[in-house]
């Protein structure tokens, strides 16, 4: 079994930071990718940011620029450091790890509200 770890989320205001970190542990047979998800109250569940064990990141158009994703090999812990927040990144975020056999673990999710 594998455990995803999600921390940082928070009440920030527009334009605020912020840092989430999520620490994979257990039977991890390897990682080939980590990410975080959102999904906000009524809507669908959506790609903010992956990672792929070589580097390779891959951002959603509405938070380039602003967002940035980071691993931790060593430690099997993937950061999504959040700039210049807006409202409309208020959701719950989820930690996302698909390992060497393509079978994908979800955190338990981290809150992230925007607001003034």
């Known amino acids: 079994q594998v455990q995803l770890v999600e921390s940082g989320g928070g009440l920030v205001q527009p334009g605020g930071s912020l840092r989430l970190s999520c620490a994979a542990s257990?039977?991890?047979?390897?990682?080939?990718?980590m990410g975080w998800y959102r999904q906000a109250p009524g809507k669908q569940r959506e790609l903010v940011a992956t990672?792929?064990?070589?580097?390779?990141?891959n951002y959603a158009d509405s938070i380039k620029g602003r967002f940035t994703i980071s691993r931790d090999g060593a430690k099997n812990t993937v950061y999504l450091q959040m700039n210049l927040l807006k409202p409309e990144d208020s959701a719950v975020y989820y930690c996302?790890?698909?390992?060497?056999?393509?079978?994908?673990?979800w955190g338990q999710g981290t809150q992230v509200a925007v607001s003034s």
């Open positions: 257990g039977n991890i047979f390897s990682i080939y990718t």
């Open positions: 990672i792929m064990s070589l580097g390779t990141t």
């Open positions: 996302m790890l698909r390992n060497g056999y393509q079978t994908n673990y």
